[in-house]
T-cell receptor, first 112, second 111 residues
């Protein structure tokens, strides 16, 4: 089984709808991250969390919110989706004994 | 502000034709430099972490090196299955464990 899972893998939604992307991990890592990836712009950090009581904004948090329900679960919400939020979304995890991050398989989100 | 620039943006090689990808960085101190491989539509796959100038790491046909201003990913005798986008990222000690990514180099290896 994959160490970092994301659901759904693909989602098409309409402008104005609320949508939640979920991330779960079995790696036992404390740090979790949400990124979006757009062609030509690379990976950009949306939010990150070091534990269930610690949530931090990344460089592009406007229009997004997150919830760290447990050490292993980190959800990203779009309260009112807009077309320019169409992108690939990745969850990543990191441990306390090292600095690299491990990525999930991604969610392809299309907002029409 | 931390910055990472990768070149070239795209590289086409013939199978067996060795080459290098470049990652130039500007960071206020370097905690680590990271290389990832990303296949289309998939999540980045961690390859290497380099911590200090002069350090080298190898994995199969890939070797990563680090200087004070840049890192190189050398690909020796590449195969078509090495085709992917290669991403470089840096982390500064004061970054709160965040990574700053470059935009990547798309490598295509033709048989």
């Amino acid at each position: 089984d994959a160490d970092v899972t994301q659901t759904p893998r693909n989602r098409i939604t309409k402008t104005g709808k609320r949508i939640m992307l979920e991330c779960s991990q079995t790696k036992g890592h404390d740090r979790m991250y949400w990124y979006r990836q757009d062609p030509g712009l690379g990976l950009r950090l949306i939010y990150y969390s070091f534990d269930v009581k610690d949530i931090n904004k990344g460089e592009i948090s406007d229009g997004y919110s997150v919830s760290r329900q447990a050490q292993a679960k980190f959800s990203l919400s779009l309260e009112s989706a807009i077309p320019n939020q169409t992108a690939l979304y990745f969850c990543a995890t990191g441990g306390t004994a090292f600095y690299e991050q491990y990525f999930g398989p991604g969610t392809r989100l299309t907002v029409t | 502000e931390d910055q990472v620039t990768q070149s070239p943006e795209a590289l086409r090689l013939q199978e067996g034709e060795s080459s290098s990808l470049n990652c130039s960085y500007t960071v206020s101190g370097l905690r680590g430099l990271f290389w990832y491989r990303q296949d289309p539509g998939k999540g980045p796959e961690f390859l290497f972490t380099l911590y200090s100038a002069g350090e080298e790491k190898e994995k199969e046909r890939l070797k990563a090196t680090l200087t004070k201003k840049e890192s190189f990913l050398h690909i020796t005798a590449p195969k078509p299955e090495d085709s992917a986008t290669y991403l470089c990222a840096v982390q500064a000690p004061d970054s709160n464990y965040k990574l700053t990514f470059g935009k990547g180099t798309l490598l295509t290896v033709n048989p």
